[in-house]
């Protein structure tokens, strides 16, 4: 098993930034693709970021891209994701994945979430 464990969620102004992280412990060994999944009110879940194994291969949702930089530090069995230039369309509570697969769209392990809060 793998937990996940979310912080740095928080109110912000648009145009503003937040970097949120992504503690994993358990069976670390085990993972391999890790990301970022966000769910407003009312929508959809919605896939944000994705970061490969050795933290060199990336993947963005459409709406985020140019504006959210994932990165993972595996010395630290985190993930992170920087926001910058928030709009109050980004707010949502925002979940860390992770997963053994590759590159995989369906993620195994899930956080229990952060609140980002984007005000106008």
């Known amino acids: 098993q793998v937990q996940l464990v979310e912080s740095g969620g928080g109110l912000v102004q648009a145009g503003g930034s937040l970097r949120l992280s992504c503690a994993a412990s358990?069976?670390?060994?085990?993972?391999?693709?890790m990301g970022w999944f966000r769910q407003a009110p009312g929508k959809e879940r919605e896939f944000v970021a994705s970061?490969?194994?050795?933290?060199?291969?990336?993947s963005y949702g459409d709406s985020v891209k140019g504006r959210f930089t994932i990165s993972r530090d595996n010395a630290k069995n985190t993930v992170y994701l920087q926001m910058n230039s928030l709009k109050p369309e980004d707010t949502a509570i925002y979940y860390c994945?992770?997963?053994?697969?590759?590159?995989?769209?369906?993620?195994?392990?899930w956080g229990q979430g952060t609140q980002v809060t984007v005000s106008s």
């Open positions: 994945v992770a997963d053994p697969r590759p590159w995989t769209s369906e993620y195994t392990y």
């Open positions: 970061v490969s194994r050795t933290g060199i291969g990336s």
């Open positions: 358990g069976s670390i060994f085990s993972i391999n693709t």
